[in-house]
């Protein structure tokens, strides 16, 4: 039933998932440092009686490299996984830091969505997932004034650029089970990835959203 608000609302890639995913897939990597545990394996063993979700672990730690190769001096890695829109999927972040800010280097992505009707189709879906997952994550911010919305264009609404896109990989996990969604999966992992790597690079936790409130097209 629609909610009657004096705010005209749109659509939200990914809706509840994305802000949900954020708070549980953070605090998962939390429990997993409080634990002494490597974060991929600590969400291996807690999953362990599903197959599916074990499969796109070990995609992800092999694309990434998370297991086999530590990230270039000044870089460090963060996960998430996330079981929703009928597909698992799980990412890792890999990440630095310019002038105090966040610095995106890689995204690898390992999705089981059932059987692959179109791989192509998956890995573009995944891919502009991310990328809207960045621009939300590190920037994306609407405030109101007297009843106005504050942004009006992108000249005041910061969004990613092509010279910070990240390197993305994408790996499709072949599956027989029914297909499953792409459109809205790549997003909300992309948030707890992030925040997980920077947690492990400066030893601080970002834990509100956009982590760069106020940024406009004419910052970075």
């Known amino acids: 039933m629609p ?5 005209p609302l749109g659509y939200w890639r990914s809706v509840g998932e994305s802000y949900n995913t954020f708070a549980v897939e953070s605090a998962m990597d939390e429990l997993a ?30 694309l990434s490299g998370w297991s086999t ?7 460090a890695r963060g996960l998430a996984f996330l079981k929703g829109f009928g597909s698992y999927i799980a990412l890792v972040a890999e990440v630095s830091q310019s002038g105090g800010v966040m610095k995106v280097n890689r995204m690898s992505c390992a999705i089981d969505c059932g059987i ?7 890995e573009a879906q995944i891919q502009g ?8 994550t590190l920037w994306g911010q609407v405030t109101f004034k007297a009843g106005v919305p504050s942004v009006s264009n992108f000249s005041n609404y ?8 990240p390197a993305i990989g994408v790996s499709i996990v072949p599956s027989t089970e029914a297909p499953g969604g792409v459109g809205e999966t790549g997003v909300p992992c992309v948030a707890p990835a992030l925040a997980n790597a920077y947690a492990k690079l400066t030893g601080q936790r970002l834990r509100t959203l956009p982590f760069y409130p106020g940024a406009t097209m004419g910052d970075g």
């Not at 545990?37 to 672990?57: E, F, H, I």
């Not at 910061?158 to 896109?165: A, K």
């Open 3 to 7: 909610n009657p608000a004096d705010i």
């Open 33 to 62: 440092l409080a634990a002494g545990v490597d974060p991929l394996v600590w969400r291996k063993g807690l999953l362990a009686g599903d197959t599916r979700a074990l499969g796109v672990l070990e995609a992800v730690d092999k």
């Open 69 to 75: 190769t530590k990230p270039a001096t000044g870089n």
């Open 116 to 122: 692959a009707v179109n791989p192509d189709q998956i």
């Open 129 to 136: 997932g991310i990328v809207h997952g960045l621009s939300a």
């Open 158 to 165: 910061r969004v990613l650029r092509l010279r910070e896109m």
